[in-house]
Every structure is written in C-alpha cells, then in structure tokens.
C-alpha cells in the first residue's frame, strides 16, 4: 500500500470519527427539544417557557444566545489575523452588558409580556407601533442569522475536507431546517434548555483549549503574545492599535462607530431581549444577567487566548487558506493542540470543538428565529392583522409558519455572504438594533412627552438609515471580501453604520414627538412607570 493511499484512509478514518461525534451533538440537542415540546402546553409555554427558569438557569441560556458564532468563530478568527484590533469586539460585546443591567433588563421584564413591542404599545396606539416594532425584530434577526450561518457553512465546509461552494450552501441548508425544527417543536422551553446545555459546553470546550494554549508556553501570556506577534508577520504591530483600524481617518471612524454599536446594540436585540420575560420576577431578571456578565465576561477573556493561539501556532497565512475571514481559526486551533492534522488527537479534539461551535450555531439560530417569528405572530398577525381576535391556538401556529419563511429567508442570503467575517455580520445586527429599537425601548420607558409619532418615526429612521448604509457600504460591494465583490456601487465609507444610524434614530424620535398634533397620556405613562419600577401588572 502506498503511502499516499495510507494517508487517504487515514484521513477518512478521522473525517468518520469527526462526524460521528459531530452527529452525536446535534442527535442530543434534537432529544432536548422534542422532550421541551411535550411541556409545551399554551402561548406563555411557547413564548417565555412557562416563566419557570430561575435568574442562574436563565444567565446560562442568555449567555448561550450572546455567545454566538461571532463571538467563538468570528472574534477568534478577527484577533488571529488582526490582533489587538480584533480583540476589540470581545471589549465591546462585554461592556454592552452594563447597558442592557443598568437600563433594560428589570423595566422590561416588568411591563412586557413577551415581545419588545408590549412594552412599546403600552401607552402608544398598538398597531403602528406593533408593526414598526415587529418589522424592526425581524430584520435585526436576519442580520443576526447570516453570521451563524456563514460560520456554520465556514466550519462544516472544514469537517468535510472541501473547498467547494456547495458543501457550505447544503450545510446552511441544514442548519436552516434544524432551527425551524427546534422553534417548531421547542418552543422558549426547549430553545432554553438547548442554550444552557450550550453554554456549559462552549465554557468547557474554550477552558480546555486555554489551559493547552497556555500550557505550550509553560503559562506565561507574554510568550505566547510574542510568539503570535512573530507568526504574524507583522512584528509588535501586531499588538498595538491600528493594524485593521487607524491607518486613515476612515478606519479611525470605522473604529468608533463599532464601538458604539457594539456597546449600545445589546440592548436593543430582539432575542436577547424576549429572555427577559423567562424569569417568574424582575429580581431574576436582574440575577440573570449578573450570572451572564460573569459568564461571558469569563468567555471572552478566554478569546484571547484562542485568537492569539490561533496566530502563533496556525498562523494567519494558514487560517486565511481555509477561510479568508478567518471563522476557522479557533477549530483549526484545536486540530494543531491535539496533534496536528492527520493525527488522532487531532481528528478527535477538532471533532469536540467543532461540535461544540455547531451546538452554538444551532442555539443561537433557535433563539433568533423564536424572537423574529414570535414578533411576526404576536405583533403584526395577532395585534395588527387580527385586531386581537386571534386565539393562542392560532398565535402559536403563525409564529412557527413564520419560523420556516424567515429561515427561508436567512438561508437564501447567507448563501452569498460566505466570505464576511461572523463578527462583523454581528456588528452590523447590533448597529440595527441600536438605530432602531433601542431609541424607542429608552424614549417609551423614561420620556413623558414620548408620543406614538415619535416611536414609528425612531424605529423606522434608525431602520431605512442603518440598513440603507450598510447596503451602500464597503461591506456589500466594492471589495475582494463584500458580499458581492465583482460589483462596486457603494458610496458610504464606513463598514458599520453606527456613527450615523444611531444618533438619526434618536433624533427621529425627539423632532417627531415634538411635532406630534397627538400629546402623550400623561396616565398611561404614570402606570408604565409604576409597574416598570415595581413589577406591580407584571405578567
């Protein structure tokens, strides 16, 4: 036998032993949520789980949502080709927590009942404001999609041993049809239980491959920073400012708009958001993201062993090889720590990882689709289209008839958005919901004079801006990397639409509800307050 054939069956043997596992991950979350769907019994089942899940339980499954493929993929991939600059996602993704502790997190709980649009319509006019809302959610929760997507079609297409396109387009397919099974069958129960047990997973998966990327360079960090440095070619720039952003005074305000959405978008996102209503009271509300804050605060200090490791025993010109956005640096990561490619060790801990990044995938697909469809069915079909005639029987069959057209939806853009970075698609989905949501969800809970003129006016001025720019920005067209690289008609400089987005949404909001012929209920705000403050209503 020659040495070439032994190669090859050798490397069969490991892709089988990788999938086998792999299916063993996705076979486990599937029986979570079929046994959830059985505990499944009414609307409040379906859309906050029963409000049964404690403040830890509860900060397990937020810190599963928020620890997505950007944040596991993507954050890994932008510190191993940038360093220092890409650990500023990991920066901004933590600090926006204090935001969504200090702001959100307890008034929402307490005056929604299970979509960001209760909380809204409370003392607005519904259907305006539902349908602005509702249509805000939906398009925050496809932005948000595409980079799970991308970072699913990123991590399979390297499981499989194929460069093709048409392994990762399967794979999206895929993972399309399990969130809709997982939303359909599950519910918030089952999405839940799925993000917890995710959580725990990720947490152990990225601890392990730390303590071996520490261990290779006996635990001193400045070893390894160094070596990292010097596999990046780039020498101690490598680990200062200005290797992504800096250079020109586009990148610099590049740099800031990120920061801003980053810090500000957590607050505004849809799934993030509808966790809040899982918790039976506001104090939970509160616990959970405390418990998440520590979690994920934990997880991304851990990124930078992962980025760095990636850089220094990968390297950048490797990881760039396999996928120009670098989602596979931390899988490829995990194949050198056990071995290298071809070995058992390998085969067996790039399998682990990668499942575990699936499992991630699948979760946080699960909670965004929940999110966008429960919108669609509470909101715009139940309070708009129905006028409030529709029974929970028939809310809770359009929310998952909407799951399959927004994963539909998802599927189909994702295809051509393969070469974007996870993280950076996560940006953008958080500059939406900064522009949109967040002005509305601040202006209703803390303004008096807020007006259902200035809600639909901030939410669609943030929406038509924000998404307006990223499509006339380097992101879609004009470079090797946009989404359609062989054309070129973007005029928007900036890669995220924060810097601009942002203010436009609260500034909609204020000249709107200024120039309002409708003053607000001075009433119905003094109720709101009440029971945001006290939980006094709450559901």
Not at 39 to 61: E, I
Not at 153 to 178: H, N, P, Q
Not at 331 to 350: M, R, Y
Not at 492 to 518: D, K, M, Q, Y
């Amino acid at each position: 036998m020659t040495t070439t054939t032994l190669l090859a069956t050798s490397a069969s043997e490991h892709r089988t032993l990788t999938m086998s596992l792999f299916g063993v991950f996705v076979l486990a979350t599937l029986g979570i949520t079929i046994w959830a769907g059985r505990q499944t019994k009414d609307a409040a089942d379906f859309y906050a789980g029963g409000r049964g899940f404690t403040g830890f339980q509860n900060g397990l499954a937020i810190s599963g949502d928020y620890m997505s493929a950007a944040s596991f993929l993507g954050i890994a991939g932008a510190i191993a080709l940038y360093g220092y600059d890409g650990f500023l996602y990991s920066i901004g993704f933590l600090v926006a927590w204090l935001v969504a502790l200090l702001l959100v997190a307890e008034p929402l709980r307490n005056s929604g009942r299970y979509t960001m649009a209760d909380v809204l319509a409370f003392r607005m006019r519904q259907r305006p404001v539902r349908t602005a809302a509702g249509v805000s959610t939906i398009v925050v929760s496809i932005f948000y999609l595409l980079a799970q997507m991308v970072g699913a079609g990123s991590l399979v297409a390297l499981l499989l041993g194929v460069s093709g396109d048409g392994a990762k387009r399967w794979t999206i397919v895929a993972v399309g049809a399990l969130m809709v099974i997982y939303v359909a069958v599950g519910g918030m129960k089952g999405t839940t239980w799925v993000q917890i047990v995710k959580a725990v997973l990720l947490i152990a998966g990225t601890a392990l491959m730390t303590v071996l990327v520490l261990a290779k360079y006996h635990f001193n960090p400045s070893a390894l920073l160094g070596a990292a440095a010097d596999a990046s070619g780039k020498g101690s720039a490598f680990l200062e400012p200005g290797l992504k952003y800096g250079a020109t005074g586009t990148t610099k305000l590049d740099f800031i708009s990120l920061g801003i959405a980053l810090v500000l978008g957590t607050a505004g996102l849809p799934h993030i958001l509808v966790r809040f209503y899982t918790v039976p009271t506001a104090r939970a509300a509160r616990k959970s993201v405390l418990w998440a804050i520590g979690i994920i605060g934990g997880f991304y200090l851990m990124t930078l062993a992962l980025g760095f490791g990636a850089a220094a025993l990968v390297g950048p010109r490797t990881i760039k090889a396999s996928n120009a956005a670098g989602n596979t640096a931390a899988p490829l990561l995990a194949e050198q720590l056990g071995g290298g490619a071809g070995t058992t060790g390998g085969a067996v801990l790039l399998a682990v990882i990668s499942a575990v990044a699936f499992a991630t995938i699948l979760a946080v697909v699960a909670g965004l689709t929940l999110a966008s469809s429960a919108s669609f069915a509470h909101d715009l079909w139940a309070n708009v289209i129905r006028r409030g005639r529709a029974s929970e029987k028939e809310e809770v069959t359009s929310a998952k008839l909407a799951a399959v057209a927004i994963g539909a939806i998802a599927i189909l853009l994702s295809i051509f958005a393969d070469k974007l970075n996870a993280a950076a698609l996560v940006a953008l989905a958080f500059a939406v919901a900064a522009s949109a949501n967040l002005p509305t969800l601040l202006y209703s809970l803390f303004w008096k004079r807020f007006t259902t003129a200035g809600a639909v006016a901030s939410v669609y001025a943030g929406l038509i801006t924000s998404v307006t720019l990223v499509i006339f920005s380097p992101v879609v067209s004009g470079k090797p990397t946009s989404l359609f690289p062989h054309s070129d008609f973007q005029w928007f400089p900036l890669e995220n639409p924060g810097l601009v987005s942002i203010p436009v949404g609260f500034l909609a909001g204020w000249i709107a509800t200024l120039l309002s012929r409708r003053p607000a209920d001075p009433a119905k705000y003094a109720e709101l307050e009440v029971r945001s403050l006290t939980g006094l209503g709450a559901h």
